[in-house]
């Protein structure tokens, strides 16, 4: 099965960093897509980043430039590197993997990320 578990969430100031991980039980090369998600209360979940099996990224525009996904094949995990944080960014995030264009098959159960000003 596909199972993924996230870490790294935790309670930041704004401008600063985090990183979250995503650990899938196989190997990411087969799902087509990786993501990651967030959801804030009240709010609707939305993609934040995205990485291919082939290595392409996208990203929600208000994260551009200050968002990265990242893969590590051999130890089937994907990164989301967060820098420059911003309170409005604080939700919880969830680690994701299948078909962005046909939809998630996998998801993992969420860390969440809280930034203070």
């Known amino acids: 099965q596909g199972q993924l578990v996230e870490s790294g969430g935790g309670l930041v100031q704004a401008g600063g960093s985090l990183r979250l991980s995503c650990v899938a039980s196989?190997?990411?090369?087969?799902?087509?897509?990786m993501g990651w998600y967030r959801q804030a209360p009240g709010k609707q979940r939305e993609l934040v980043a995205a990485?291919?099996?082939?290595?392409?990224?996208s990203y929600t525009d208000s994260v551009k430039g200050r968002f990265a996904i990242s893969r590590d094949n051999r130890k089937n995990t994907v990164f989301l590197q967060m820098n420059s944080l911003k309170p409005e960014d604080a939700a919880v995030y969830y680690c994701?993997?299948?078909?962005?264009?046909?939809?998630?098959?996998?998801w993992g159960q969420g860390t969440q990320v809280t930034v203070f000003s």
């Open positions: 994701a993997a299948g078909s962005i264009r046909r939809g998630m098959d996998y």
């Open positions: 196989r190997s990411i090369f087969s799902f087509n897509d």
């Open positions: 990485i291919s099996s082939g290595g392409s990224t």
